[in-house]
């Protein structure tokens, strides 16, 4: 008699909570792994330099003049550096966010697809080498990515849920 794994995974909540919390542990432990043994390069560098300005209206105005990105990032960088500078710290909200994406890309396979998609898309996340490697920069790819993850989520339960609550989201 053979144990169907699929039928064990996708009907136990708990087996399925167990998977998708060790694919989250997976994804950080990926995203950790030798954070900070690269010095920063260029335009890390100029994200720091960016986010070094004396207070937030200094930021937004640096931003506004030699970025092309929102400034969002920046300003959380600015925060950030006010606890340290080093490689792995000001690295770590990307991380952070790369994660994070995971899990929004999860909720979002989830919702269009199905439970089994749905892990298969955070595996996908997890391991992908692209993906692990902007979340180990000080730029604002992994903040940008997880937001449009994020947004298409909320987007499509907005379409398909009744009510106005998830407008205000």
């Known amino acids: 008699r053979f144990i169907n794994i699929e039928a064990v995974i996708l009907d136990n909540p708990k087996v399925y909570r167990n998977i998708f919390l ?8 990926l995203r950790l792994f030798q954070l900070g043994k690269n010095s920063f390069w260029f335009d890390e560098a100029f994200s720091i330099f960016t986010a070094k300005a004396p207070n937030p209206s200094s930021v ?21 550096l006010k606890f340290g500078d080093s490689e792995t710290w000001v690295r770590l909200p990307s991380v952070i966010f790369g994660t994070l994406m995971l899990v929004s890309t999860f909720l979002l396979g989830k919702t269009i697809f199905d439970r089994k998609i749905a892990l ?12 692990i490697f902007y979340s180990q920069e000080a730029r604002a790819y992994s903040l940008a990515s997880m937001l449009a993850a994020l947004s298409m989520y909320f987007f499509l339960r907005v379409l398909t849920e009744k009510g106005f609550k998830l407008w205000f989201l």
Do not use: C, D, G
């Not at 937004?60 to 950030?80: G, I, S, T």
């Open 120 to 131: 298969f898309s955070a595996l996908a996340i997890a391991i992908n080498p692209f993906l």
């Open 60 to 80: 937004l105005a640096m931003v506004r003049a030699n970025e092309n990105n929102p400034p969002f990032y920046f300003l959380l960088l600015h925060l950030v």
């Open 22 to 29: 060790s694919l989250v542990s997976l994804a950080v432990l």
